[in-house]
């Protein structure tokens, strides 16, 4: 079974600092990889989805990369703001391309 | 519009109860999904719809019955739920991008089962 971690589980940063996050998974026969935003009892937002041929994407702040061989993904978020402040999901497709596996979640707190 | 809605957005219901969460897609997406996610949990596949019948069923208790009236609807049917099943309820449904998919997600439902 595909497992997904999600490294570091929790993390406090000034604003204004650039900052990074970590996404691992075991099988790297893999669809696709998204990284979602979740904020306290609400939905999933999707922030950037890359696909298994592709090595990054950018959205604003955000850019995502995929480096498939080694099962690694990272969110580059630049210039952190307050308003960043919200739980991270990384998650893969398996090979079925009908479902998601979800890492367990950065909590990221931007304190002004 | 790539919106996905979700109703009620909060329910309460005893053990006994029967009640429905509803999900709602216009985008012409042909599947369609529900996760169950408890606090600070990532979320938990539970049934996965394509093309309105039911493909993956990731052991479910009977307790949740999913029906898909058409390519745009979702329900959830509860009945007898246990303290248990708290959690929030997420909907969501996909679409190909090139060579893949990309899920977009709606707001949730909030269930309490007292």
């Known amino acids: 079974k595909q497992e997904v971690t999600q490294i570091p589980a929790a993390l406090s940063v000034p604003e204004g600092e650039n900052l990074v996050l970590n996404c691992s998974f075991t099988?790297?026969?893999?669809?696709?990889l998204q990284w979602f935003r979740q904020d306290p009892g609400k939905g999933l937002t999707s922030l950037l989805l890359?696909?298994?041929?592709?090595r990054e994407q950018t959205s604003g702040r955000l850019n995502a990369s995929l480096d498939k061989s080694s099962g690694r993904s990272t969110l580059y978020i630049a210039a952190s703001q307050p308003g960043d402040s919200a739980t991270y999901l990384c998650?893969?497709?398996?090979?079925?391309?009908?479902?998601?596996?979800f890492g367990k979640g950065t909590s990221l707190l931007v304190t002004p | 519009d790539t919106e996905v809605t979700q109703t009620p957005k909060h329910l309460v219901m005893g053990m006994t109860n029967k009640k429905s969460l509803k999900c709602e897609q216009h985008?012409?997406?042909?599947?369609m999904y529900w996760y169950k996610q408890k606090a600070k949990k990532p979320p938990e596949l539970m049934f996965v719809?394509?093309?309105?019948?039911?493909?993956i069923n990731e052991s479910v208790p009977s307790r949740f019955s999913p029906e898909c009236p058409n390519s745009s609807l979702l329900n959830l049917h509860l009945h007898a739920l246990q303290p248990e099943d708290s959690a929030l309820y997420l909907c969501?449904?996909?679409?190909?991008?090139?060579?893949?998919?990309?899920?977009?997600f709606g707001p949730g439902t909030r269930l309490t089962v007292t």
């Open positions: 969501a449904s996909s679409e190909k991008v090139g060579e893949t998919y990309e899920q977009y």
């Open positions: 099988d790297s026969a893999i669809y696709n």
């Open positions: 890359i696909q298994s041929s592709q």
């Open positions: 998650a893969v497709w398996i090979d079925s391309g009908y479902a998601l596996n």
């Open positions: 985008m012409g997406h042909r599947a």
């Open positions: 719809y394509s093309y309105e019948k039911l493909s």
